[in-house]
Structure formats: C-alpha cells, structure tokens
C-alpha cells in the first residue's frame, strides 16, 4: 500500500503530515511525501529553497520513525492538485493525505481549487485534515 501527502509549509500541511504518518504505521504502507513547486519566478526560486531546507527536515525526521517513506519534489510547472493526482495515478497511489485550511462563511463555498480539484478528480480515496486551532493561529 501507498499513501500520497501533498505537502506545504503551513500548519494544514503539518497536520496532514501528521496523518499520514499515522495511517502509514495503521496500515504497515509506504509514505509519499510531495511538494509541488511551479517554478519559473524568482520568488518561487527562493521559496525552492526554503521547501527543499524543510522537505530535508521532514527527511530527517521520517528516518527516525519506523515507517518506509520517500520524499519527492515535482517542478512539472502544473498546479499542485494537477501533480498530486497525476502522481497517484502514475505510483498507483491508495490514498492521498491532504490539509485544509479553516474558511470564513463565505470561504466555506469554496474549499479551495486544489483540495476541491483534489477530492472530486482523485481515483483513491482522499483524507482530508484540519490543523488544530492553536496551530493554525500561529
């Protein structure tokens, strides 16, 4: 088995993180942990470094767990719910991981384009997590 987490430097994308390690251990299933990054911009280029700074942590911090995982990094120039699911599809992914954020009233409409992308075009079952309020807040 094989869990997908779409992975971002925010609280949601640490609860999400959190999660999927969790159902890997549940299930004895390998981790997936991917960023999608764009590209292109020089504002995007210095973000690559601060995720690839993170994603090494994360590395670090998934060796010392007892868990299979790998950490990958898409630069397809694609959004990030286009890569997530193109990715399941081709790894033949059995459930992808992502965060959501908490919304207004008038947020709560719309999801967000790529977890709504994510959840109505996903092939596998979708787990969708909030942060805690505490994290989110800070």
Do not use: W
């Amino acid at each position: 088995m094989r869990i997908l987490v779409g992975y971002l430097i925010s609280p949601e994308g640490q609860a999400a993180l959190e999660a999927a390690v969790a159902e890997a251990r549940l299930r004895d299933a390998k981790l997936v942990v991917l960023h999608s990054m764009r590209g292109g911009t020089r504002d995007e280029a210095e973000q690559v470094i601060t995720y690839r700074e993170q994603l090494e942590q994360i590395h670090e911090q998934l060796g010392a767990e007892d868990i299979d995982y790998e950490v990958r990094e898409l630069v397809r120039g694609q959004s990030p719910a286009e890569d997530l699911i193109e990715f399941s599809a081709e790894e033949d992914v059995d459930l992808i991981v992502i965060g959501l954020r908490r919304r207004s009233p008038v947020g709560k409409l719309v999801l967000g384009s790529n977890a709504q992308d994510i959840l109505l075009r996903a092939d596998c079952p979708v787990l969708a997590v909030k942060a805690d309020s505490e994290a989110e807040g800070a």
